[in-house]
T-cell receptor, first 113, second 112 residues
Framework: NAGVTQTPKFRILKIGQSMTLQCTQDMNHNYMYWYRQDPGMGLKLIYYSVGAGITDKGEVPNGYNVSRSTTEDFPLRLELAAPSQTSVYFC????????????FGPGTRLTVT | QKEVEQNSGPLSVPEGAIASLNCTYSDRGSQSFFWYRQYSGKSPELIMSIYSNGDKEDGRFTAQLNKASQYVSLLIRDSQPSDSATYLCAVRRTGTASKLTFGTGTRLQVTL
């Protein structure tokens, strides 16, 4: 199993550009999550999904959109990139069950200039 | 009061010593507790989970949970330089289904 994979690893965007961060998991997990991590600020939840076709906002959803058409894939869309979206983005997944342990992908480092 | 609070450190311990990392949480109904290790420039890696009061041991790691006092701790015995990382505490709070709330992490430095 590859676990949770993310592409790209690094990206530089200009202000106002758009892009999609890809996330795929091969563990057949129902739940998937997108976080951003800023220095000293911990992980903040952007969006999450409890299954194909079902998504919901987290703490910091503004400026982002998601979709979940399959169990495996959970892409994050940035529209009209802003410098405030410079961050490291992590995708995670967890199985359904009592405790929801989350497993993280390797991350995407995004810079908006 | 932060929902999940950790001392940012750095916590410096000599090689071979016990490192003790602490985390407090504000929601008394929280149900699941996790410790993640994050090396610089890498993603968080799950190392321990605990759900009931008491201790849970896994190799050199022991997680301790005290729901009455609302804290969870991680002990690392025989600390090694490879344990130097940031340790994130995460809590599944009441009514949040599968979502976790993370602390900002404690940076651990194991010195030779």
């Amino acid at each position: 199993n590859a676990g949770v994979t993310q592409t790209p690893k690094f990206r530089i965007l200009k202000i106002g550009q758009s892009m999609t961060l890809q996330c795929t998991q091969d563990m057949n997990h129902n739940y998937m999550y997108w976080y951003r991590q800023d220095p000293g600020m911990g992980l903040k939840l952007i969006y999450y999904s409890v299954g194909a076709g079902i998504t919901d906002k987290g703490e910091v959803p503004n400026g982002y959109n998601v979709s979940r058409s399959t169990t495996e894939d959970f892409p994050l869309r940035l529209e009209l990139a802003a410098p405030s979206q410079t961050s490291v983005y992590f995708c995670a997944s967890s199985p359904a069950g009592l405790n929801y342990e989350q497993y993280f992908g390797p991350g995407t480092r995004l810079t908006v200039t | 009061q932060k929902e999940v609070e950790q001392n940012s450190g750095p916590l410096s311990v000599p090689e071979g010593a016990i490192a003790s990392l602490n985390c407090t949480y504000s929601d008394r109904g929280s149900q699941s507790f996790f410790w993640y290790r994050q090396y610089s420039g890498k993603s968080p890696e799950l190392i321990m989970s605990i759900y009931s009061n008491g201790d849970k041991e896994d190799g050199r790691f022991t997680a301790q949970l005290n729901k009455a006092s609302q804290y969870v701790s991680l002990l690392i015995r025989d600390s090694q330089p490879s344990d130097s990382a940031t340790y994130l505490c995460a809590v599944r709070r009441t009514g949040t289904a599968s979502k976790l709330t993370f602390g900002t992490g404690t940076r651990l430095q194991v010195t030779l």
